[in-house]
Nanobody, 126 residues
Framework: QVQLAESGGGSVQAGGSLRLSCVVSGYTYSTYRMAWFRQAPGKEREGVASLYIGGDGVADYADSVKGRFTVSQDHATNALDLQMDNLKPEDTAMYFC??????????????????WGQGIQVTVSS
């Protein structure tokens, strides 16, 4: 079965940095889409960033995090890393890692993903 293992997260002050990592296991093939989503209380789950693992390396980002967050692939483990710099209070949310072989919908559509991590809290104080 497909399993996602998340690490990182925590509490930082505005302007600080955090690095999240997500390792997926259970896939037979080397190419699949992985993404980070986040959900704050009272808000919809939104896509943060995504990469097609084993693909062209072109990343997708939500407009709200462009220039501050960087998603990358660990080529040794196929983990999806999210480097979050210049964090803002509005980045506070539960962050979820997701994966799917063939999404069939836009990268930032939660319904396109079959496997999800447990979620890790990111809290940014002002």
């Amino acid at each position: 079965q497909v399993q996602l293992a998340e690490s990182g997260g925590g509490s930082v002050q505005a302007g600080g940095s955090l690095r999240l990592s997500c390792v997926v296991s259970g896939y037979t093939y080397s190419t699949y889409r992985m993404a980070w989503f986040r959900q704050a209380p009272g808000k919809e789950r939104e896509g943060v960033a995504s990469l097609y693992i084993g693909g062209d390396g072109v990343a997708d980002y939500a407009d709200s995090v462009k220039g501050r967050f960087t998603v990358s692939q660990d080529h040794a483990t196929n983990a999806l890393d999210l480097q979050m710099d210049n964090l803002k209070p509005e980045d506070t949310a539960m962050y979820f890692c997701a994966a799917v072989k063939n999404p069939g919908v836009a990268w930032n559509s939660p319904r396109g993903y079959k496997s999800w991590g447990q979620g890790i809290q990111v809290t940014v104080s002002s």
